[in-house]
């Protein structure tokens, strides 16, 4: 399905990266991200609390960045 929503993307948009926001807890996610091309970015964002999207139960929960360049993608 990744790879599926990665082609479409490409097809669609001509992206040069495509970006991935992670929950920084989830150690398998990242891995899985980067076994199939995302980069670590560095980059963290404070959970999105007003999205609406539930409350964590961990106040120190961060949204890890990662990227992936898309190959072939137009300049």
Known sequence: MLAHAED?????FNPEKIIMHVL?????????????????????????LAAGVGTPLH????????????RGADP
């Open 8 to 12: 479409y993307a490409s097809k669609q």
């Open 24 to 48: 920084s807890s989830r150690n398998e996610l990242i891995a899985f991200y980067l076994r199939r091309g995302y980069q670590r970015t560095q980059t963290t964002i404070d959970y999105p």
């Open 59 to 70: 106040d120190d929960l961060k949204v890890e960045v990662l990227e992936k360049t898309v």
